[in-house]
């Protein structure tokens, strides 16, 4: 995994194989395994560093007011909205545009139908407490139209769950090839394991990822955003967050 112009802190330790592991590229870049968890990678730059103290937790995040209500039926048109029912795209066989706010109550599957911002748009997604959010495919989301996001509606967050849930965990399992996952913003997903497998696949975060672990099988490359309202800051720094 390749990061630049942040740090990465873990909360539930490292381990890596082989020759894998971290390299956080930026000028003070930080590694940091929190909970004196478990500290152990091949090939980390700088090297991991341990701490008894636990992991930060993200900032407070304001939601933005829940849109109008929305039932989607089939079909590739996905207008913003609150969705009560889970909502999964096998119906649409090309292309979903994304716009605006987005409430999926019950859950989300994109079902490797190809996922992109509406040209000049932000997109930014709540998902339910404790309902599954899974991506595959061609995904290319980002909570900025192409200006700052600082101050507006959506505040950077291009995938949001709440801190505050119970013991429901899923899984992103996204494997084989044809797999482009790329997520522009702040992305907190605390009830979600990460796994990233097969060739050619590639996982790209621009502004921060809180997850609750990641299982890389594959490259990863993750930055900071040069929109400040994109990252998860802690303390004067940026921070790629792993739980």
């Known amino acids: 995994m390749n990061v630049s112009g942040g740090s990465v802190a873990i909360g539930g330790g490292i381990s890596t194989t082989n020759n894998s592991g971290i390299d956080a590229t930026a000028s003070g870049a930080s590694i940091t395994a929190y909970n004196n968890s478990t500290n152990s990678c091949g090939n980390c730059t700088p ?22 209500a929305q039932i989607y039926a089939s ?4 207008p913003s909205g609150t969705y009560s029912a889970a909502v999964n795209l096998s119906a649409c066989g090309t292309q979903v545009n994304m716009s605006g706010i ?7 599957d994109n079902k490797g139908v190809t996922l992109a911002n509406l040209p000049g748009a932000g ?3 709540i998902v339910g407490v404790d309902q599954p959010f899974n991506l595959s495919g061609s995904v290319n989301l980002n909570s900025s139209n192409g200006s700052s996001t600082c101050g507006t509606v959506g505040g950077g967050m291009v995938v949001y769950q709440p801190l505050t849930l119970t013991n429901t965990l899923y899984t992103i399992d996204v494997a ?7 997520l522009t913003g702040k992305t907190q997903l605390p009830n979600t394991n990460l796994i990233f497998r097969g060739s050619p696949t590639s996982f790209i975060i621009t502004g921060s990822l809180y997850a609750n672990s990641m299982d890389l099988k594959g490259n990863m490359t993750a930055s900071a955003s040069p929109d400040p309202c994109q990252n998860i800051n802690l303390s004067s720094g940026k921070a790629i967050l792993m739980q």
Do not use: E, H, R
């Open 123 to 125: 997109v930014t997604i």
């Open 75 to 78: 079909g590739c048109a996905l």
């Open 102 to 108: 987005y409430y999926f109550n019950g859950g989300f």
């Open 176 to 182: 084989g090839s044809g797999n482009n996952i790329s």
């Open 47 to 68: 090297a991991v560093v341990s701490s008894s103290l636990p992991l930060p937790i993200p900032p407070a995040y304001t939601l933005p007011t829940p849109p109008g």
